[in-house]
């Protein structure tokens, strides 16, 4: 979450932690589930309401 928060694709997210791009998009999806959010763009506004991360960070 903290990744796509900061705005990488999940491309770049399973480059960077050495897994599947598919992996990236289940964990996503699962979690955006948990959360009842419908876009990426949700998670980002939740990511920053919630201090997983901060701007500029």
């Known amino acids: ?30 979690t955006m589930t948990k959360l009842d959010l419908n876009s990426r763009a949700q998670a980002v506004v939740v990511a920053y309401e919630t201090g997983l991360v901060t701007p500029g960070g």
Do not use: F, P, Q, W
Not at 2 to 29: C, F, M, P, Q
């Open 1 to 30: 979450m903290k990744l796509t928060a900061r705005g990488l694709s999940n491309l770049e997210i399973a480059d960077g932690l050495y897994i599947s791009e598919a992996a990236v998009k289940t964990h996503l999806n699962r």
